[in-house]
């Protein structure tokens, strides 16, 4: 018995000091992720289903997007980052376009020089 409580004692001694040291912080993780205010978590997740969905797309694409991001924000979809070519570009916000649950798409890609 006297063994069991000196070694409890010594994990939740253990246990407090990792934690004072990671500096783990329960308001920290609420700031980190919460929803972004006036939204709800559902439409947070809505948002990153919908960009996830609209990345599956490009890459199940003949064409190869590797330097587009994809970017959701109820219903608008916003494509940035860079195409080889203005057919590309243009095939992406076709591509984006068609996925379910897209109200808008906001074409920001490049074209390369």
Known sequence: MKTTFKSLFLTSLVAAAVAGVTGCDRNDYARNNSPEPGRTAGEELDDKTLSSNVRSALDADSVKY???KVSAYKG??????FADTGEHKSRA???AGKVANV?????????KP
Do not use: C, F, H, R
């Open 66 to 68: 590797p330097d587009v």
């Open 76 to 81: 608008t979809v916003q494509l940035s980052g």
């Open 93 to 95: 916000a076709d591509v």
């Open 103 to 111: 109200k808008k798409v906001e074409n920001n890609i490049t074209v």
